[in-house]
């Protein structure tokens, strides 16, 4: 809106003599367009600072689960199997492991700009039991056979790189264990900077 708008105003200017009187809307225009770029500008920044955060939120989140493992390994050598010790510690007895079971679908699927440009950042909520998580992005996502396998990750997290800046891009995930692949996520989907 913001070029069409100034090419316009930019044509009355030069056509005075057609455009008799226009002096105090051409100003009011300049000013709608200044002040509709700077809020383009800020919401940019935005945008970029809040997918810097939720990067940078989501390292902090592998950073406690990595002490809690280590905090759990802990608790697990002091208890040594007793359950009322890991109790007190206020964490959760273990179960006798069972056998594996089909992946169920991938919840929370999320996709945000990347604080770089031609990046996008994706999280989803972790499937118990899953191996490792399948990918894929699209352009289309209504057309199926544009889905294109992107990466393999083990963490519920993603990191999407040489994007194509300005276009819009889909990402789905499903889970996968020894007994085979889990449903499709819904689609999420972020404009690449």
């Not at 759990?72 to 056998?99: F, H």
Request: glycine share 8%; hydrophobic share 40%.
């Amino acid at each position: 809106m913001v070029p069409k708008m100034q090419v316009s105003l930019t044509a009355v200017a030069e056509h005075a003599t057609v455009f008799t009187g226009a002096t105090a809307l051409l100003a009011q225009g300049a000013a709608a367009v200044t002040g509709l770029e700077t809020s383009n500008a800020d919401v940019t920044m935005l945008e970029a600072q809040l997918a810097q955060a939720r990067y940078e939120r989501g390292l902090k989140m592998d950073a406690a689960q990595a002490f809690y493992n280590q905090f759990a390994l802990y608790v697990g050598g002091i208890a040594n199997g007793n359950a009322d010790t890991i109790l007190l510690a206020a964490m959760d007895v273990a179960l006798p492991p069972g056998p594996p079971q089909p992946m169920t679908k991938v919840e929370g699927n999320r996709l945000d700009a990347g604080g770089v440009d031609q990046t996008a950042m994706g999280n989803w909520r972790p499937v118990v039991g899953a191996r490792y998580y399948d990918v894929q992005t699209s352009t289309t996502p209504s057309n199926e056979a544009s889905w294109a396998p992107y990466d393999s990750p083990v963490k519920a997290s993603l990191l999407l790189v040489n994007q194509t800046s300005g276009q819009k891009v889909y990402t789905r995930v499903r889970a996968v264990n020894s007994l085979g692949k889990g449903p499709w996520s819904d689609p999420a989907c972020a404009m690449i900077p």
